[in-house]
């Protein structure tokens, strides 16, 4: 079912929306008749049905996302517009509005050699183009429906350098946009549109060179320009149940992922060798590439949040905290697991693992609508809190002011995150917003004993424990847990620690 504009307008920021929140009336969401074109037989700037039949089925635009759903996010973005342009007064629900989005540039790692791109979130999210260079822009009175795409013109000379583009006649009929141009054509075409209302994001211009030639003299000539991002952001928070099953198979393919990089983690190994592992499974089942540089931390290491040096030989008897995820066709997995590198928890691993692992069920069962991650935050910390005294860790006399102190200092960060096309999605949107069914989250409680901390019983020096699952937030029959699949208590991980990785073949009997 796809979200009505009023859900929507509650996940903006009320500095963003005014009183649209208090918006009743509905806007009806209807797509334009797309008339369906020939994807040319050639090579694109991405994959089309003609080059890529086993990844791309005729209508969609990337791997599981049509032209209609791609059309359908234009036509809420245009809804939201137009609803915070009622509550701006009579002017502004008159105006001319026109919103612009650019894509990312091609970035270099030294002079000639590109970095692999990664196309900007909002523009992929609005147009599912994945060539750099491009840019789409929405328009119309009141309501701004139209869109016209620009990407980069054909050039073979290029083309021989860079591999293909898609051309004006390519997007036109992978996308099913009617109206395409060539980038260079952007500054003209604004200019023409004559926008009394600008959307755009210039803050933080997604590709300089482009905000520079084509979209600074436009903000220069003075139409009124409103950020864009608290829109985009609210859309994307809400999964349709394609972006869910595309998310589903990111989980499924770092889960296995972390039973086969468990099951290769016998007596002492290096950290290097489990993030190659790690990186290697997601990859070959399927993965297009990590979504963030992991955390493969031994012993102490763990208790060092972001440590990504990943370069370290974990010692017989201690653990291994593994922060990873991949990317599929756009959308994430975030997973955490740890477990002892030699297969068997010791007695204070089990303890401090179990207290970690008792915590994150409870939080997983609070996933629901109308919760927000604050409170979820705020519940981690009280029950953080009950099982640091059980284990000893703060007195049982000690306040419980003092022990929420504790919880802070033993697990200094929150209890998790939006997520969806990025690991951190939609950063406008606050955690204090009630969770709505299609949102997907983390949910990753942890303790973190550092080395040598003399207020601690011994037996948990230098250890650290984070279990991390991603979760979908449904109606009904409780959260959607997209992680399920990766090991996760006490028996299931010695399990997978167990089985028998034959170093000759690479693989786990």
């Known amino acids: 079912m796809s979200p009505s504009v009023n859900s929507l307008v509650a996940l903006l920021p009320r500095s963003s929306r005014g009183c649209v929140w208090c918006l009743s009336r509905n806007i009806s969401v209807k797509p334009g008749s797309l008339k369906p074109k020939s994807v040319p037989p050639r090579y694109l700037g991405q994959p089309s049905p003609f080059t890529h039949p086993h990844l791309i ?64 979130q909002d523009f992929l999210y ?6 750099p260079d491009s840019a789409l822009v929405l328009y119309g009175t009141g309501r701004p429906d139209q869109a016209i795409l620009f990407v980069p013109r054909r050039d073979p000379a290029r083309e021989l350098w860079d591999g293909p583009r898609s051309g004006k006649d390519g997007a036109a ?15 003209l075409v604004l200019k023409s549109l004559k926008g009394t209302m600008l959307w755009y994001d210039s803050s933080q211009p997604a590709h300089p060179r482009l905000h520079q030639t084509h979209v600074s003299p436009l903000l220069e000539a003075g139409p009124m320009s409103r950020t864009l991002k608290p ?116 007695p204070a691993q089990a303890e401090l693992y179990e207290a970690v692992l008792e915590v994150q069920r409870s939080c997983l069962s609070l996933c629901s609508p109308g ?31 003092d022990v929420l102190k504790a919880a802070r200092r033993f697990c200094p ?23 709505q069914p299609g949102m997907a989250i983390t949910i990753e409680p942890g303790l973190y004993i550092s080395e ?23 109606d009904k029959g409780g959260p959607l847990i997209l992680s399920s699949d990766a090991p996760k208590t006490i028996a299931d991980v010695e399990r997978a620690c167990a089985q028998r990785w034959s170093r000759q073949s690479g693989t786990t009997d």
């Open 371 to 401: 919760v927000s991650l604050d409170h979820i935050y705020s519940t981690m910390l009280a029950l953080l809190g009950r099982q640091l005294r059980q284990l000893g860790i703060v007195k049982a006399s000690t306040s419980d002011a």
């Open 173 to 187: 009929a992978l996308t099913g946009i009617e109206r395409v141009h060539s980038t260079e054509e952007l500054g």
């Open 126 to 131: 609005l147009s599912g183009i994945l060539e």
């Open 57 to 120: 089925k005729p209508g969609e635009v990337t791997p599981g996302l049509t032209q209609t759903e791609y059309e359908l996010r234009r036509h809420r973005l245009a809804s939201l517009i137009e609803a915070q342009a009622d509550q701006l007064g009579p002017s502004a629900s008159s105006s001319s509005h026109v919103v612009i989005v650019l894509s990312h540039p091609t970035r270099y790692m030294t002079n000639d050699i590109p970095y692999p791109f990664h196309q900007n």
């Open 413 to 435: 960060h929150h209890v998790g995150h939006y997520l969806g096309m990025d690991v951190h999605d939609t950063p406008e949107l606050s955690r204090s917003q009630p969770l």
């Open 231 to 346: 829109l985009t952001h609210s859309l994307r928070a809400l999964k349709s149940s394609a972006e869910v099953a595309l998310m589903q198979e990111a989980g499924r393919i770092t889960a296995q992922a972390f039973r086969k990089t468990m099951a290769m983690s016998h007596g002492e190994v290096d950290e290097a060798a489990l993030y190659a592992k790690f990186d290697f499974e997601n990859r070959i089942h399927g993965a297009n590439f990590l979504a963030y540089p992991p955390v493969v931390a031994g012993g102490n290491r763990a208790n060092t949040l972001h440590y990504i040096n990943n370069n370290q030989i974990i010692k017989d008897g201690e653990m291994v905290l593994l922060d990873g995820g991949c990317e599929y066709y756009g959308y994430v997995s975030d997973i955490t697991r740890t477990w002892p590198v030699n297969g068997k928890f010791s």
């Open 452 to 474: 040598g901390d003399d207020q601690v019983p011994e037996r948990f020096h230098g250890l650290g424990v984070r279990i991390e699952d991603d979760v979908v937030i449904r």
